[in-house]
């Protein structure tokens, strides 16, 4: 998972990098691993990036160094431990037409074949970053394209898999989403000299800026001073939005796709209450991700929903734990239940999903020993059984607790007195408002382009 | 406003700079500025301290390098822009007896007066920070002392202000709270042999200890590997906790002198909605302070009191706001209201306090900006009229809005439809279960003890 | 300037990386600005490389994560001011047989022209590096080469300019020596299996390694587990080593094509007092460049030769000089006079080349302060009248002292009593046993390859 | 060993800080483990330090941080590995005048003693550096004496060892010197209106000042607006001047106490070479120390002495040598041989002295293997046989190779064809025109001062 974020400005006196910095300030939730902003400034891109959080990333010095009229920016989580220098994005490139640079959020699942077939033809690489061979793409086909927008309709026939894009030409603030629109894009004006591509809405908010509308499931939009074209590169008849989003990624002020996150989530927990009620006095929900869902389930059945676990938000990435027991101890600095809430008391606790299943476990355990009398573990969305391969997280099934354990064995396990899930058709239908359907490959299997053998 | 933090075990497997830096974690609300560990080993004491965020100032092998049974740790807030490396706390200072470390949440109103004394007296000063001169006193009265406990027995009758102290000293892990128990402090203990002496009870949670006691006001308490040892210093009549620990400063999930702050804070709410109700559709809390108490209002109110406004959590001290309009940016980058929970409706927007009212004027307007009808401010806590000399901050009159300014003033400043605060019974009576009085002081303008005219 | 290093070993138990670290550290005198190894293991090759010299850039945890059996490294000097991170090498990448990592020292004169036609043929750049150009064609010629060293050769033909490189690619530690040999390279063995490769053989003592032989003009050198092979990829008539390595570049202790650095630069002072022979009592050399000349020119001319000028070994780059007269302190920060050795005495002052002639001109006013009754001034090369486009410094004509003024001007602004540089064939017979034939373009504007027009 | 520096003016256009970052850079050699600057500005003193070299320690912001009328530096050489943050000089201290910085060269032989004493009497330390006992010492003092001048002479009755001492009182910029004048202090003037004290002549030169004389053994000097004023402390019949200096500490460009260190040097060369000459082709100082002293050798014994051992000038603290044979690989990487000048010759090594010897035999193995016929080592100083406790190093007499060998057996270890060392009377008259005698302790055992016995 990945947030971008691009601005364009017509007003000189708009700071371009200054933008681009608040719009990944408030994408950080989407990658901590590292930062990184490239801003156009005439013929040159010049560009900062580092491993760490956006904060530690850039001073204000190294902002003041990014003059211009357009750029990009991308913060970036990786899965796969530490990530290379080389690959930070957004990568800068000199090409034939000049300089771009280019960000992504998503995964390119044929990437490697695409390596090679490029590879074979001639071409070098500098990073195992996937966005470089996109890259490589558009400079392969820019030679014989009349215009970039050509490039990209030949690339985008090349490639598969998810990709939220923004990209910066010698002319061009670009946005580009996957003909699936797997991952979340849209776009915003400040002041009407300046338009914004961002993955969430929220970073436009950030900005001060004015949310336009979402860039469709394989459009193409291109930004310069004669404002924003839009090409269709693909007639979609089936979008895909990662469903996730909207139960965990997202910001919950933001809106996906028509839906509000926070709508969503709250409608979970109201539907999760529905199918799967519980006699308890009190609602509790795991920050962040439970805390909407704790709060719709609260409202539908009635129970309370006071802000019954702590999460200290100084706990990042840096945290110690240097002995055996780490694992434990780091959930138990991260969270902490407030006692008064908890004591002689049956609780329902809420989390947006359970994947290993291990801080679950140890949630219910301080639970119990701060005094609760039972605890009902209720899960806002469907077991998650099946490895993603867009960008979320490429685990391999060992590790994903529902795919090998019943319901009764994983609550056992955990310690809970009852655990249940919301229905597939609930979840479906918890972002109301919501103008495309979703990928759910997750709780089903079912994929919508097909999977590489080598995965 | 600081937190300490000490840690005396017989066990050896025990790693003492581990668990106080565990601890300090679980403080670090109470200090974002600089952080300290000091541990002593057989008859010399080791530290480690730094500008910056617990976990930016210790490595693994920072805490490696600090064996030994008993330590001390700090976090320092300081009000007065950069802190000299030299005042970081805890000090280490050899003395008679050894080596001593000691550590301070609060602040000495006649410091200045009793450091000219000693200067006359011969001593010099390394650091310009009371704490020094507190071990100045003790240092002084040791020679004098049979047992460490008369050294401070003297030092306490010179001393005024608040004070919850930690020391290390050749024999003891010692903790001190002055006699009006201004400042919190308690004791806890893990697995039997390893004592705990923490500023709130949620860190002795982090460390996972058993809470035992608050150390009474004026108490003295002595630990070593006889256990605890206890002397009242002072015939203490009138405690006055700082009711702001109830307010904002300590943790929800902590319970200080008795009382649950997170239900000190609902009961807030509560209290509220009866002194000052509204019609209105919804009601939400400013994080992290105003949470809790739109829970209790919204409950008392009948109303819901969704998570409206999101508090980015990423957002520390590191963030760069360079240009003019940066004070509105920052809160804008901090806070961002959910726009289906505001839209079209009569928001109730409850924060705990207003100092200087500039976050609040900006998120009223973001209020109004998302669709909000109305927007009733219910501030849960009386107005903050008189400067605090106790350590919350030493602030003129000049900076609190409601010293000058009435409260009709104020709303039209602010922009709301209304404001109203919690009376000062109201506020007095929420911190159900407490044990001890409060100290009002910026409320009413009577203070515990004589402000010297310095200030 | 840059120094280049490679090391291959069938001794598993060699430390790569550690060699690479001891080769550079040997080499950093020939750039200052940034360094680099990569190494090879089994089929990635991994990678370390920053801003600053080369104890700053590794630390043992850096050289700890690069295992392998083969790898290079880089130190550079980069005359344009700032060095961008991107630009370091060696530059790592992939291409159709794998990794290769390559690293240069010298100067591509066409890689303008090139980069357009590769840009032109779908080709893209990371870097403005130019480097990165003889990569892509490297990459370019290898699909339709049988062997690797079919592709250099092919690379050859196309790109023009001074260069000395080391590779690494899936099967071989490659070194390559443009035509005319413009730039140094040697190779090594250390205990038999062990080869290096390096720009300078005094880099091949440092590893206790035993000098094989200089790397031939216009050869390539495969190393693999099958030893050394040797391509000569130009039927070479005329070689061009840049005379400036015996003049100031390369360290005293190595010997270049055939002649010692030391024993030139001890004759070139021998020659220069022959031509211009002085009546003084004290021959004082301007360390580092002008001490052996200084000694040379003191036995011939029987005059003592004391360390009379003192250079501070701690100045280094990091050097703050916020001031105006900033410049003149820094000369003095440095060099400082041994007033016993000057006092009343008539010195010869000597040094290896004139550019800009500040630090000069300040040394001369500091001998005169320092007491002395005569300064005059002896250059150990020919008056440096032209620019050099072979990676010197591109330095225009402008910055040239003695491109627009003659030598009596030059004395007169200098403040010396009397100026005379070595003669044109004084120096060129000073590197004695040499091998090769010089490029003293700088001297006479006559260079060994046309230059293109753009410069 | 420590530098120490100290700047006053009244020109408030002469940037202070600048001056004492000018002539700590000067002083480099005399500590590389950290450095310190205070400044007064009005009623304060201002401070940075930490540990590192000059140039790491200091950016141009942080002398800008350090405006002010006077100051003072200091670098340190601390023998005991690892410094404490804490013990890093200048210490800056409140007293009862106001505040003191205070640094010093030379170790207070009974500062224990001192310490136990002032903490029996209620003092206590910061540090375990014996020059916050004398900061103690002047503060207790102070308060009844009507003098800061006053207090120093009490201060001086006390305490035992060597001092050069920098201060900065309310008032003055204070110099003194122990009264057998172990350490040197000399005094400077720039233009008139600012004066400098500094360990060294060179470092005068280095601000572009005149020097003016040598602080006196047991002299104090106390400068301020009306210029100089010098009170002497003691009656002092002998001095003792650390014989050190002339052999090995000082900068050859300095002067000390009459003597040019690079006279003194040139002739410990030319006596060594009458007491013990040599039938050889070369003579080869190793760097720094055994340049001077080669020369002189050179010159008496009419044999060529070139720069046939070159030192890599980019060596320092930071050099990684991880594998066991890494002491030999330091010296390789610092040091190589000219072979020219080496293969075939009978070669004298000379070198100041010798402590522990081992990089002294791995030079002669270096130089055989480069092809030395002969290798006669001679030796600058007389047998290194007694431990110093005047700061120098407190090494016990088991690390002195002198202290334990014969000249035979060190000889045959060291691996030479011959070994001598200067006479005892050779090295007392080196130091032409001094005004002092000298501490000759290391060579003797008789100390000039009574040793405690903890020693």
Redesign the interface.
């Known amino acids: 998972m990945s947030g971008v974020f691009g601005v364009y400005s017509k007003d000189k006196s708009v ?1 371009i990098a ?1 933008q681009i ?2 719009g990944l ?2 994408l ?2 989407r990658g901590q691993q590292s930062a990184g902003i490239a801003v156009r400034d005439k013929d040159l891109i010049e560009w900062h990036k580092d491993k760490g ?4 990333v ?3 010095q190294d ?1 003041d160094k990014l003059p211009g009229d357009a750029g990009i920016g991308h913060v970036r989580y990786s899965s796969s431990g530490d990530v290379s220098k ?1 690959n930070i994005e957004p ?6 037409s000049g300089y ?1 640079a280019i960000a992504k959020n998503g995964n390119i699942i044929n990437a490697n074949k695409l ?1 090679g077939k490029l ?8 990073t ?1 970053n996937d966005t470089e061979v996109l ?2 793409l558009l ?5 014989s394209s009349e215009h970039i927008e050509d490039s990209v309709e030949q690339m985008v026939k090349y490639i598969q898999g998810s990709y939220s894009i923004v990209m910066i030409t010698p002319r061009f603030l670009i946005g580009l989403r996957d003909p699936l629109g797997i991952m979340p894009l849209c776009i915003g004006r400040i002041n009407g000299a300046t338009y914004v591509i961002s993955s969430e809405s ?1 970073a436009i ?4 800026g004015e949310f336009i509308r979402d860039v469709e499931p394989g459009e193409l939009v291109l930004i310069d001073s004669d404002g924003i074209q839009s090409r269709r590169l693909f007639d979609c008849k089936k979008s895909s939005l990662c469903i996730f989003e909207h139960v965990y990624f997202a ?3 933001s ?1 996906v796709d028509g839906a ?1 996150t ?2 969503a989530r ?1 409608n979970a927990g109201r539907i999760l209450a529905k199918e799967h009620p519980v006699q308890a006095d009190v609602v509790i929900g795991i920050p ?1 991700g439970g ?2 869902m704790a ?1 719709g389930f609260a ?1 539908e059945s009635n129970i ?1 929903a ?2 019954g676990l ?1 999460r ?5 990435r ?3 734990a ?2 055996q027991n780490a694992r434990e ?1 780091a959930v ?2 991260k969270f ?6 908890v004591k002689g008391k049956r609780v329902v606790l809420i989390d947006d999903s359970i994947v290993r299943g291990t801080t679950t476990k140890t949630l219910v355990r301080m639970l119990r020993e701060a005094g609760a009398k039972e605890v009902h573990l209720r899960i806002g969305s469907p077991p998650y059984k099946y490895p993603c391969y867009f960008g979320v997280d490429t685990s391999s099934r060992g590790q994903l607790l529902a795919s090998k354990n019943d319901k009764e064995t994983i609550c056992e396990w955990i310690g809970a007195d009852s655990l249940e899930y919301i229905s597939y058709e609930g979840i479906i239908k918890a972002p109301v408002n919501s103008k495309v359907d979703f990928c759910t490959s997750c709780f089903t299997g079912v994929y919508p382009v097909d999977i590489p053998k080598e995965f």
């Open positions: 700071n200054e910095y608040y300030y408030a950080q939730h959080l956006v904060p530690e850039f001073k204000s902002l080389g990568l800068v490139l000199k090409y034939i771009m390596r590879e074979a033809d001639g071409c070098m690489f500098h195992t890259a490589a400079t392969k086909f820019r030679i929220a908010d950030a900005v001060d910001r919950p002020d809106i509000s926070h709508d709250v962040d805390t909407d709060y409202q309370v006071p802000a702590l200290n938000k100084y706990v990042g840096a945290f110690i240097p002995n101890i138990k600095i902490n239940p407030v006692k008064t809430e």
